[in-house]
Nanobody, 123 residues
């Protein structure tokens, strides 16, 4: 099994920045992708960003392009999400995800999910 432990959520004002971290432990994959989804109250879970292990290829949702940056430290099995210029509509529970293989935008493609961390952006 794989465990994903997220940290870094909190309450910020619009325009400020926040950095999320997610550390993976347990079973390891020779090649795996990690990423982030989010879910706001009353809305479906949506893809935010993902990154491959080997080449560090990234993929972003249009709504966060240019504001969010995903990165990873393979020596620590950790993925980060730097969120700049936060907006009230970014308010959601953010989930860290992992799958064996290439990054994907469909939540059904991910086998492992973290417990979620709350990000709240006030206007």
């Amino acid at each position: 099994q794989v465990q994903l432990i997220e940290s870094g959520g909190g309450l910020v004002q619009a325009g400020e920045a926040l950095k999320l971290s997610c550390a993976a432990s347990g079973r390891t994959f020779s090649s795996y992708a990690m990423g982030w989804f989010r879910q706001a109250p009353g809305k479906e879970r949506e893809f935010v960003a993902a990154i491959s292990r080997s080449l560090g290829l990234t993929n972003y949702a249009d709504s966060v392009k240019g504001r969010f940056t995903i990165s990873r430290d393979n020596t620590k099995n950790t993925v980060y999400l730097l969120m700049n210029s936060l907006k009230p509509e970014d308010t959601a529970v953010y989930y860290c995800v992992l799958r064996g293989g290439v990054p994907a935008t469909n939540p059904l493609a991910y086998d492992y999910w973290g417990q979620g961390t709350q990000v709240t952006v006030s206007s």
